[in-house]
Structure formats: C-alpha cells, structure tokens
C-alpha cells in the first residue's frame, strides 16, 4: 500500500472534503491499492470496496473503447468519414476520429431533446449548425453520448450498453456497468450529493460562460436534457439508461480495471492494441471552445500535457466525470488509478481533492 496515497485519502475524508469516496489502483493487473471511506447514502451506510456510484463523463472513454474496436473488427478506423455511417450527420466529412476528439462543433443542439430519446436526439442533431469544425474543438459533454451511440448501431446494430455488456463488462466481470444494472446492485450505488459552492463564484471564463443563458458552453449542458441533478441521477432510471456519455456507474476498482483491460493487461480484453494507439494519439489540442481552458484530446480519451492528471506521466490517458470522479491510465507502466466519490464538486475537470490523490499514488511507486 502507498502511505502517501492513504494519507492524502484519509486527510481528503478527515477535512470533510469526502461524504463517501474511494480510491483504485492497479498495475499489470495487480491491484496494488485499494482504498474507500465515508458514507454511500443518507442510512449512513459505511462506503465498502463494492460500492458503486454514477461516474458521469468518466464513462466516456470507455464508450469509445467499445466504438472503436467494433470499428476495427470492421476493418475500418478513425479515418472513416461519419457521413458513411450516418448520411444526415450536419458535417458528414468530419471523421470518426475528429468526432471523438470533440472536433464535431455540435457541443449544443438547436432544439432540446431528452437523453432516454435517442431517436429525438439524433434528429435534434440533424437538424443542428456547427459552430466550429478542425482544427478547432470544444468538449461535447452531452451530445458526446447520442453521437457514439448512432454511430454504433450503424456499426453493429447493438447500441453501446448492450456491446460493452455482452464483451467487456460480463466476459471480465467488471463492476463498471452501462446499463444493465441488476435490481439486486441497487443497495450498492451511493447517493450522490450536488456540487456546492464555498465562497463567492469562480471568476474563471468557464464559469461565466457557463452561468450565462446565453451562451453556448451554457447550451452546451443543457440542450440535451435528462439526468441533469442528483434527484434524476439517484433514480434506478438514470442507472440503467446506458448513456454512453454520462450514464457509467461503476466502483473504482471497476474503473480502474476497465484500463487495465484497455491496456492489454486482464485476460480475455476484447480490446485490439490499435484501439489503445487510436485513443493515447493526440487529435487536438489548444483552446478548448467549451471548456475555456486548454485540453489535449485523443480519439476518445483526454490526454497529457493537460493538467489533468497531476503530472501523472508521459503518456498518460483516461476521461473525468463531473464533480470529480476520475480514471486514467499511463500504459508505458501498465499503471491505472481511479478515483470516485458522491459528494461532487463544482467543474468539469477534476479539482484539487482529486489531483492530490493523483500526486500522492506517484509517490515511490
């Protein structure tokens, strides 16, 4: 166990940063730390290794785990035009990789549609103008979701939750489910508890664009519509919608080991090594049109030299989820970390809570 990891968490837990959180780590298949605290719920019921959470954008990466390897088993790659596969797309040249490197300039929708809608949803893209194209990028945090799942269908006429079931999350036994929730892990998910603000409102360009109606990182979060707060997101219905996005819930080590396997490292992984290249080579980087600070995108995967991931290595690759749950891999060391928690924080990418996490698992290891 790292004792500087476990210092860093149980200090996170002592300040009162935490309500329940946990904490995975894992190295060519070994789990070498494992760490949770707190409470999952109101019944203050004690947070176990077991337990699961809503893991929000964390879910991202695997979503495109699984669209790129259908893509491969197709002999196709990212190079492949979306217009090949969905014709009515608003850019059909953009290619498959631009799209999952946040290139599409379809953040927002015209029209709102809800998540559990699919068909509402690709329609409202359809009918939807890009505000910007390549080279320029801005995080889609909700259209992300519809985009992949479209795509996907026309792919292998399974949607994405239905794939990662039947091929990844079953066959390795993983604890990261989209959809698919059995009624009998309900008791298992923590209650997440909303993002508040301690002291006056960031003055960062983020957070004034995003508070401003008006504007487009606004509509951005809001246009497609449906799991927006804890009250829809502690519901069995927001558990089981499989939104490729957003809709994960999964434990750390489920997390966690979902890298190891991206990584070639858990026996059985349905994922070919050209999906791990296709994810871990940068696509853009530079301003981000939504999230008003610089990112680093793969095809599928935030990427170093953001700071992202606390100076974790060169390397390095993985996707966070709001309010601060992260997972995350640096495949030159077979080494993932996860980390996940229900009481969320203010932001996109992860805050300092997080990162202190991060630093300290680097720490002799």
Known sequence: MNEALQAAFEANVAAGLERGAAVAVFRKGECVASLCGG????????????????VFSATKAASAACLLTALYECAQGPELEVGALWPEFPAPALTIGELLSHQAGLAATGAAAS??????CKRALEESTPLWGPPRHGYHPHTYGPMLEVLMLALTGQRIGDW????????????????????????????????????????????????????PVH??????????????????????????????VASAEGLALFYQALMGQLPAAPFPPQVLAWMRTPMTMGPDETLCEP???????MLEPAALFGGAGQGALGHAGAGGSLGFCVPSEGFSFAYVMNRMEPGVL???RTLTLVRSTRVNM
């Not at 999952?40 to 004690?46: D, F, I, Q, Y």
């Not at 997440?192 to 301690?198: D, G, S, Y």
Request: proline share 12%; glycine share 10%.
């Open 164 to 215: 990662w079931e039947e091929r990844v999350r079953r066959p390795l036994g993983l604890e990261f489910y989209i959809g698919h929730l059995p009624e009998t892990a309900y008791p298992r998910v923590a209650s997440v508890e909303p993002a508040k603000l301690r002291g006056p409102l960031p003055q960062t360009p983020f957070f004034r664009a995003y508070f401003d109606p008006q504007s």
């Open 295 to 301: 990112t680093t995108f793969g095809c599928g995967a």
């Open 350 to 352: 992860p805050g300092e």
């Open 115 to 120: 998540v559990f809608d699919l068909a509402a």
């Open 219 to 248: 509509r951005a979060f809001v246009s497609i519509t449906g799991l927006e707060g804890p009250r829809q997101i502690n519901t069995p219905a927001a558990w089981q919608c499989a939104c490729p996005a957003r809709g994960g």
């Open 39 to 54: 409470v999952r719920g109101e019944g203050r019921e004690a947070w176990t290794p077991d337990t699961l959470v809503p």
